[in-house]
């Protein structure tokens, strides 16, 4: 069992930053991408930015690549964060880190096993 704790949500004004954390804890042998998602009530939940654990390869979707960062700490802690940049309102959202075996460019929802709660990003 995998258990993910998310921190750094919160509101700011267009134009601003904030990071994202997200810690992987528990049985993470098997957690080799970590990746960042959002969710909009009554849409789909939708992948934001994934990296490999073990080696550089990143994915971002279109709409934040240029603005976000995703990064990782030492493979072994499975801590990555998400900054984000230049922030607009259409960010807005909940923000969900996981872990999937494996990477895939692009990546599947379906692949990402474990979840955290969810973190709140709010752009004004």
């Known amino acids: 069992h995998v258990q993910l704790v998310e921190s750094g949500g919160g509101s700011v004004q267009a134009g601003g930053s904030l990071r994202l954390s997200c810690e992987a804890s528990?049985?993470?042998?098997?957690?080799?991408?970590m990746g960042w998602f959002r969710q909009d009530p009554g849409k789909e939940r939708e992948p934001v930015a994934t990296i490999y654990l073990h080696g550089p390869m990143t994915w971002y979707a279109d709409s934040v690549r240029g603005r976000f960062a995703i990064s990782r700490d030492n493979p072994k802690k499975k801590i990555v964060y998400l900054q984000m940049d230049n922030l607009k309102p259409e960010d807005t959202s909940i923000y969900y880190c996981?872990?999937?075996?494996?990477?895939?460019?692009?990546?599947?929802?379906?692949?990402?096993?474990?979840w955290g709660q969810g973190t709140q990003v709010t752009v004004s």
């Open positions: 528990g049985n993470t042998d098997d957690a080799t991408c």
């Open positions: 996981a872990t999937a075996r494996g990477f895939r460019d692009p990546p599947r929802t379906r692949d990402f096993k474990s």
